[in-house]
């Protein structure tokens, strides 16, 4: 029991709805957390406030409002800490005394400061005071990382287990591209089609169309890690990453839900639906 006066941590990240998932579709949102733990704000050198530009802000209220009966993973540790779309010997030298920089060579997210522990933040530059040591970041891998992407393959074996096939919708946000009337305000990742059948995009693609809302694929978001480690479309096991302008939901200050957000759910919601409909004829056979 923690003693009076102490906080007692939050999880790593909560599952909603039921450890045997109810249907093909699970549903993550990995970069959303916006626990910052003490020996985060003991050892940053810029405000706290600036690690907000690296969360994808408030995705898991559309998450969370959009689900039914689907398994939804949301983690609670903030992306500062660790990055669960980031493999785990994606460890920046400049900052971890465990990297590895022998055997993989780094990505061009790794050079720009955004590896497995982000080591930069958008204008404000390096986030941490110090170095870190190679027994803090392998603590955080083992507390937050692997438990997250363990209970995600646990929950995608069971989907596939029961109804033949398994689809995880990685839920995101992003910076806007560029005008409403012009850019595209969702882009769908499948890795180019190494984490999902085509026939999933073209499903999304239509009823983002029919909500007015213009799509990219792959372009500039084609899926980090969660889409390389868990989709495998041969296994029948798929996964899509989903960015949506954070304009679309959020407030004008991009800080708070706004008042797109239930019109944002509705279009997840339909999009999960689609997914779920698109799914369905293996899963009935396997039932």
Do not use: C
Request: glycine letters at 10%; aromatic letters at 4%.
């Amino acid at each position: 029991m923690p003693s009076q006066g102490q906080v007692t941590p939050l999880p790593s990240f909560v599952r909603h709805g039921p450890l045997e998932p109810l249907t093909p579709v699970i549903l993550s949102v990995p970069h959303a957390g916006r626990d910052y733990p003490l020996p985060l704000r003991s050892a940053i050198r810029v405000p706290l406030a600036a690690l907000k530009g690296l969360e994808d802000r408030y995705a898991d209220a559309l998450g969370l409002d959009a689900r039914r009966t689907e398994t939804l993973f949301v983690a609670q540790r903030a992306r500062a800490w660790i990055d669960l779309n980031r493999a785990e010997h994606e460890r920046d030298p400049r900052l971890d005394d465990g990297a590895v920089t022998i055997g993989h060579p780094q990505s061009a997210k790794l050079r720009s400061g955004l590896g497995l522990v982000p080591r930069r933040v958008g204008s404000s530059g390096d986030i941490w005071q110090r170095r870190l040591s190679a027994d803090e970041v392998q603590m955080r891998i083992h507390a937050d990382h692997r438990p997250y992407h363990a209970a995600i393959a646990a929950a995608l074996a069971s989907a596939r287990a029961r109804f033949g096939v398994a689809v995880l919708i990685d839920i995101h946000s992003m910076p806007s591209l560029g005008p409403a009337a012009s850019a595209p305000r969702l882009v769908l990742g499948d890795r180019f089609g190494k984490s999902a059948a085509a026939r999933f995009i073209g499903r999304i693609e239509g009823v983002a169309r029919a909500h007015g809302v213009a799509t990219a694929a792959n372009a500039p978001y084609s899926g980090g890690h969660v889409l390389e480690r868990h989709g495998e479309p041969r296994r029948g096991v798929h996964a899509i990453q989903l960015e949506f302008d954070r304009g679309l939901y959020l407030d004008a200050a991009l800080d708070g839900p706004g008042p797109g957000l239930p019109a944002t759910t509705q279009l997840l919601r339909a999009i999960i639906d689609a997914v779920t409909d698109e799914a369905l004829p293996t899963a009935i056979a396997a039932e």
